[in-house]
């Protein structure tokens, strides 16, 4: 499985279910499903290195966000400015209507939605590492008998 380290979007469909039945698997398939201590470090190491990378995203995005909302004030400027000779609450009106402040809007919403996205992912690769740490915990003794 391959992920894009940018967006978090799976490029390959390699995916393996757990059955949520584990009471159903015989032990040989429970322990099949386990990784082992090296695939549990590697995992950690891996997570460990996209968290690191979060703040620079994060902070990428933020940046983002503050641009489009100037970029949606300046289309509100000139939409008023083109419709001149009317009361402020019509040119008001008539600016939101606007096509360049309406794509100004979309904008703010998909920064908004790819921040909101970085820190939820940013939020479980934390969630992931506790994890892996508590597993590579448990499985170092076992591993060594």
Not at 84 to 89: F, P, S, W
Not at 120 to 130: A, P
Request: aromatic share 4%; with cysteine; hydrophobic share 45%.
């Amino acid at each position: 499985m391959t992920v894009n380290t940018a967006t978090g979007e799976v490029l390959s469909e390699e995916l393996q279910l757990v059955p949520l039945d584990l009471a159903s698997l015989s032990e040989e398939e429970l322990l099949a499903k386990f990784p082992s201590p090296v695939q549990a470090a590697g995992a950690l190491l891996m997570a460990r290195e996209h968290l690191r990378t979060a703040p620079a995203i994060i902070n990428a995005r933020s940046a983002a966000l503050k641009a489009a909302k100037r970029s949606l004030l300046v289309a509100r400027g000139y939409a008023m400015q083109r419709a001149e000779g009317r009361t402020a609450e019509v040119r008001r009106a008539i600016a939101e209507s606007d096509p360049d402040v309406i794509t100004a809007w979309e904008f703010i919403d998909t920064c908004e939605l790819a921040l909101e996205y970085a820190r939820e992912v940013r939020k479980s690769l934390s969630e992931d590492i506790d994890i892996l740490r508590s597993l590579n915990a448990n499985l170092r003794p076992e591993h060594r008998s």
